[in-house]
């Protein structure tokens, strides 16, 4: 019997949470925080806040996934995003649970 091909495994992504991961770390380690705390937890913290307040978007092909990328890059999208991102830093930042 041949060993059955692997193909590339489907996976649930939410594309939402993708963009939010990358922009609070582009912010983090960005010149706009330098006092803000760098570790961890603050940064896992402010990602949950952000994406408690923004829809998920969950994909399972690469296809979808490009498609939610650019309906969630688009300027408003992303300033909504920014927005949420901004006040769970000043969340985490005035109470941090690390
Ligand atoms: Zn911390």
Known sequence: ????????????????EEIVRGLVA????????PTFCRCRKCELDINAITLN???????????D????YAILKKPDSIALINKHIIRAIHIVGQ????
């Not at 582009?26 to 925080?33: I, K, T």
């Not at 996934?65 to 939610?68: L, T, V």
């Open 53 to 63: 307040h923004l829809d998920n978007h969950f994909v399972t092909t690469k296809e």
């Open 1 to 16: 019997m041949k060993p059955s091909t692997v193909t590339e495994e489907a996976k649930l992504l939410n594309v939402t």
């Open 65 to 68: 996934r490009e498609k939610a």
């Open 95 to 98: 109470k941090p649970v690390h």
């Open 26 to 33: 582009f912010s983090l380690h960005g010149p706009d925080y």
